[in-house]
């Protein structure tokens, strides 16, 4: 069954062009044991819809959907998500599988002031020629998006930062994925390429909300 | 839920298409780049600004990334620490030949303030002066402090004192590295690197005395204390990783044509002061190649003799000097020389 609660106090401008997050509410909200009345303590994504909310008071755009059920594909789809957000790895899964785009939050967050996002270089680099699947669109249609807001703001002080992190290869590849992005409409604002090097070190340093990569066995 | 750290990032999409028609251009063949996990690499942190000569911002951010994105396939040319860097590769390419296996090589990490718009006319000036250069970082105006240590860089070269004294004081070795109007030129078979003793080699404990009681009382106290070891300064490790590198050119009979070199300028005398700092090396099974003790007299004509493809010391006094007779000279800004002594 869908429950969908739309909060009315806030105006939602320019519908088609939103981009619409959907955050499971068990990351929102932490409530351990139900106790019915009791108010839930802040979950891990906490600090990621504090960093929305920034971006989107520069933005003049606030619209949040919170949904809660059990099978809430179908009201992923329903409302046009581009990108869902878990802690949930099955949950992850089963929404991609749908032509949903998906991530997994970082547990360890990460600034409550800007948000970041973290492109890994086999995102950016497509490596086989397979036709592009409903979930290719959806991640395209989502890139596409993060773009053009991202251009709504100055290079300086901006709410959204865009990283690059190129992991295996070196300058080269990190170079064609800086031409890709910018092919796209999408300017880094920072790029790190490891060559080899470990990640964790980086990751750490970066704070990333999420990271945006193709195989979860990287 | 056991999930590794990594794997709580990721999301499940799908590759994209690529549709880079411009590729920047590449050299020929690229050796693979060393891994800095290993402990055995010497990993220098290089700043863009002294290993290029790039354009200062003088127009205001978004024309300074328009100019720099218009002129993307322009190299840019060579700055201060250009030779120093070709130097460290010749001895990697030397290395490779000696011990193929081997990772104990030097990595070269590029660290730049700037936005990556300016990363592909870097990435080009790279290949065009056939540098190997596989890392970077570009952080859109965040310190690069704490990549320098996720890095574990061994040495830190910037032209901005204000990185390098962070640096320093997060324990990495660090300088700011100024630029002669003619720069003099280097070999290019045998990497070269000179030191000043107290303030880098060693800590400031022995110029603290010197400024607080004058030289009469300096030269008895190092005499006193000539066979006690002097406090290590922020350039030691990096003395120390140079020499392990030399030994594996020893080990293979390469002594007397070593392509390393190291050399010590001390304002210390050839007597009790300058023993100390001897015994001090010593004590660290450090060797170096050529010592110089000038009892105070100016470093110009030695470095001018030398020759070195960078030169450190704590005095800015020095540092201009050197930089007056066209050696790359580095101000590391350590200790009591800096200014007044604190508390």
């Known amino acids: 069954m869908v429950s969908t609660i739309q909060n009315t106090d806030v105006k939602q401008k320019e519908a088609d062009r939103a981009v619409v997050v959907a955050v499971t509410s068990r990351a929102v909200f932490d409530c351990g044991v139900d106790d019915g009345d009791e108010v839930c303590e802040v979950g891990v994504a906490f600090p990621l819809l504090q960093v929305l909310q920034r971006v989107n008071e520069r933005l003049e755009i606030s619209r949040f959907c919170f949904s809660s059920e059990e099978d809430f594909t179908e009201s992923l789809l329903k409302n046009n998500v581009h990108l869902f957000l878990t802690t949930d790895r099955d949950e992850a899964a089963q929404a991609s599988q749908k032509g949903v785009f998906s991530a997994l ?72 994925a800086l031409q890709t992005l910018r092919s796209r409409g999408l300017n880094m604002d920072e790029a790190y390429c490891l060559a080899g090097a470990p990640r964790s070190p980086i990751l750490s340093l970066l704070r990333p909300h999420f990271l945006l990569i193709n195989h979860l066995e990287d | 839920m056991s999930q590794n750290n990594e794997d709580t990032l990721t999301a499940r999409g799908p590759d994209l298409t690529s549709i880079s028609e411009l590729k920047p251009s ?20 290089i700043s863009a600004q002294v290993l290029f000569n790039m354009e200062k911002e003088q127009q205001g951010l978004e024309d300074y990334i328009k100019y720099q994105v218009e002129h993307e396939t322009q190299p840019f040319s060579p700055g201060p620490a250009f ?34 718009y300016i990363g592909l006319r870097l990435i080009n000036t790279i290949n065009h002066h056939q540098l190997f250069i596989e890392r970077f970082c570009m952080t859109g105006g965040n310190s690069p402090i704490g990549y320098l240590k996720a890095y574990h860089t061994n040495l830190y070269l910037s032209s901005d004192p204000d990185k390098v004294r962070e640096a320093l004081e997060e324990g990495i070795a660090a300088a700011t590295v100024f630029t002669p109007e003619k720069i003099t030129e280097v070999s290019d078979t045998q990497l070269r690197v000179a030191f000043d ?6 800590s400031d404990e022995s110029e603290r005395i010197f400024k607080a009681h004058g030289l009469e009382k300096f030269l008895e106290y190092e005499k006193k204390h000539e066979n006690k070891p002097l406090e290590h300064g922020p350039l030691k490790g990096f003395l120390e990783a140079l020499e392990k590198l030399q030994k594996k050119f020893y080990d293979k009979g390469q002594r007397m044509d070593c392509p390393i070199r190291t050399y010590l300028v001390t304002s210390r005398g050839a007597h009790s002061s300058g023993n100390r700092a001897l015994k001090t090396l010593q004590s660290w099974g450090l060797e170096i190649d050529e010592a110089f003790f000038l009892a105070g007299a100016p470093k110009g004509p030695i470095l001018e003799k030398i020759r070195p493809h960078i030169f450190f010391d704590d005095k800015m006094s020095y540092v201009e000097e050197a930089v ?4 790359v000279a580095c101000h590391v800004p350590y200790g009591i020389s800096q200014g007044p002594a604190p508390k």
Not at chain 2, 105 to 116: A, K, R, S
Request: contains cysteine.
């Open chain 2, 324 to 327: 007056e007779i066209g050696t």
């Open chain 2, 26 to 45: 590449t050299p020929t063949r690229k050796p693979k780049p060393p891994k800095p996990e290993n402990a055995t690499t010497i990993t220098i942190g």
């Open chain 2, 197 to 202: 003793g107290d303030g880098v080699l060693f």
């Open chain 2, 83 to 116: 030779s120093f860097i070709k130097a460290l590769e010749a001895v990697n390419t030397q290395l490779k030949e000696l011990y193929p296996d081997s990772e104990e090589l030097f990595d070269v990490v590029l660290m730049t303030n700037n936005h990556p």
């Open chain 1, 105 to 176: 939050l970082n547990e360890k967050v990460a600034s409550s002031e800007q948000l970041r996002v973290v492109f890994c270089e086999d995102a950016v680099i497509r490596t086989d020629t397979e036709p592009p699947s409903a979930s290719q669109d959806a991640a395209q249609s989502f890139w596409a998006q993060l773009g053009e807001m991202r251009r709504r703001f100055g290079v300086l002080d901006s709410p959204l930062s865009l990283l690059l992190l190129t992991s295996r290869g070196g300058r080269e590849s990190c170079g064609a």
